[in-house]
């Protein structure tokens, strides 16, 4: 497998990261996971706005900073994926996101990328203080489960959640201790 670094966004990267958008697109994906909904902006800077303005955010009951990277494959400088840490949970949070939510762009997908991504945020979690983070997936994920697992995810129940259109969907949560 090859390594990755997690890296800010920033100007440098938005040719790029219209390239990662446009192939969840290209795959009949309506959302990007972990990116922050990228897939909700008309563009790279506005979005880029967004998350250097989560970075920031003041923390209240119902809002925490959030840190968003892009995974960049070492070698030939690829963004293979995205992952956000959330600084701290939140109600809504504790119900349905946890802690940390990520992607892996389609045709990179079943690479082990995902497991190396999760790992490097929880060193940084470690950075920022946090003990114990919380991760969920829908339960047919069997993917993302593996790779929760394989990072030492620890099975916290199961629960039904509204999806992006209003629907129940099926989650299954973890946690990791730091």
């Known amino acids: 497998m090859e390594e990755l670094a ?4 920033s100007l440098e990267w938005e040719k790029q990261a219209e390239d990662y958008r446009r192939s969840y697109f290209e795959n ?11 897939e909700r902006y008309p563009g790279y800077r506005e ?8 970075r920031k ?3 209240s009951e119902e809002q925490t900073q959030a840190t968003t990277f892009f995974a960049v494959r070492k070698r030939d400088g690829r963004i293979v994926g995205t992952i956000q840490v959330r600084h701290r949970l939140t109600g809504e949070l504790c119900r349905s996101g946890g802690n940390i939510g990520y992607g892996v762009r389609p045709d990179e997908r079943g690479k082990g990328y995902a497991a190396q991504m999760l790992t490097l945020a ?3 979690c470690r950075e ?3 003990e114990r983070v919380l991760l969920d997936c829908r339960a047919d994920n069997t993917a993302s489960e593996r790779t929760i697992r394989k990072c030492g995810g620890i099975p916290a129940g199961e629960a039904q959640v509204p999806d992006e259109n209003g629907r129940a969907e099926r989650i299954r949560r973890f946690w990791i201790a730091l």
Do not use: Y
């Open 47 to 54: 979005w880029l706005d967004r998350v250097n303005d989560l």
């Open 57 to 59: 955010l003041p923390a």
């Open 122 to 124: 929880l060193d940084f």
């Open 6 to 9: 997690l890296v800010l966004p």
């Open 28 to 38: 009949g994906e309506e959302h990007i996971n972990g990116s922050s909904a990228m």
């Open 128 to 130: 920022i203080g946090l």
